[in-house]
């Protein structure tokens, strides 16, 4: 029996790895993305979630979503995604290929389809979610779990706004109105996917080695992990797909923390923080199980299995 499971991202390079480990993987049903604008803007996001899926001769129906944040503009991420959000390869997609009907809507009729056994996977923004959630108050009772790519659980961000991780702080009013509104998230923040940074060069020897998705995998994050090399070092860090292991694998979680998070609307340098109350002090419930620590050797098998290859190979 495989598990429904329907992802809402922004392609991106590390999303498109995440998506890579959905679908290569056996025990899940990929049952539709719906897409947002993030990391850039949402025609270059639909089109390379399109592009994904036809890499993998699938055929998941990819629904376009919010084109920008709930209430002010936010800056995106192509410094890092490249200015098409798969490292300027520049790959054309035709985007009469999408499904029709807004995200948002789709996220509630999947819902609805699936009640009580859907497994949604947030890789980007909250926008799509945020606005489900109004079009349906009651969603976070007809699913079955919700899992986050987002925030900085301590306060170390990847954002100007030092302590702001990017999904959360794309569009912090909806990230609001999801963390408030869903009473039990499964969250895998900006500082754990810093803890479980892959060596780049065994990373690299993987996209070598693997078939043709690895090669394809390989061109789109080649300037991203230029940029890594450049601003961080020898680590290879890919926030959406730690994620999607947890998505994927949750038994292979060796540590976590139930803790409430808040999350910081004001203006200034807080906007977009996630606020954690580590010490119990507010009376705030419990909203998140947060991801500390994912068993390495599984990571490291999952994404492999995405590329291509064999647990065996080196
Ligand atoms: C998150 O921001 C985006 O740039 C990545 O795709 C990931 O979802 C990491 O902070
Ligand atoms: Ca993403």
Redesign the pocket.
């Known amino acids: 029996m495989t598990r429904p499971m329907l992802i809402d991202t922004?392609?991106?390079?590390?999303?498109a790895l995440a998506l890579l480990m959905a679908f290569a993987h056996p025990g899940v049903e990929l049952v539709a993305l719906t897409v947002a604008a993030?990391?850039v803007g949402l025609a270059h996001t639909t089109a390379n979630a399109l592009r994904l899926v036809e890499w993998v001769g699938r055929q998941t129906p990819v629904y376009a979503g919010s084109a920008m944040p709930l209430v002010r503009q936010a800056e995106d991420?192509a410094f890092?995604?490249g200015v098409d959000g798969f490292g300027d390869t520049l790959l054309s997609r035709d985007a009469s290929a999408l499904a029709s009907g807004h995200a948002a809507q789709a996220i509630c009729d999947f819902a609805g389809t699936h009640a009580g056994e859907l497994e949604l996977v947030m890789?980007?923004p909250l926008t799509n979610l945020a606005l489900a959630l109004h079009l349906d108050p009651a969603l976070p009772t007809r699913i079955h779990r919700l899992v986050i790519?987002?925030g900085a659980v301590t306060g170390h961000g990847?954002t100007s706004r030092i302590a702001t991780?990017?999904?959360i702080g794309f569009d912090p009013e909806a990230a609001h109105v999801v963390f408030s509104g869903f009473p039990r998230i499964e969250l895998v923040d900006?500082e754990a996917?810093l803890r479980h940074g892959l060596e780049m060069g065994e990373f690299e020897c993987w996209l070598q080695e693997g078939g043709p998705i690895a090669e394809i995998y390989g061109r789109i994050s080649a300037a991203t992990r230029r940029f890594m090399r450049e601003h961080r070092g020898t680590r290879w860090h890919a926030?959406?797909a730690l994620?999607m292991a947890v998505a994927l694998e949750p038994g292979h979680v060796l540590e976590c923390a139930e803790r409430a998070v808040r999350i910081c609307v004001d203006d200034g340098l807080a906007r977009g923080a996630t606020l954690v109350d580590w010490d119990r002090r507010s009376a705030d419930a419990v909203n998140c199980r947060i991801m500390m620590e994912y068993d390495r050797d599984r990571w490291r098998l999952l994404l492999r299995a995405a590329l291509g290859l064999a647990p065996g190979e080196r």
């Open positions: 922004d392609p991106g390079v590390d999303d993030g990391n991420a890092v995604h890789l980007g790519m987002g990847n991780e990017f999904n900006w996917t926030a959406d994620a």
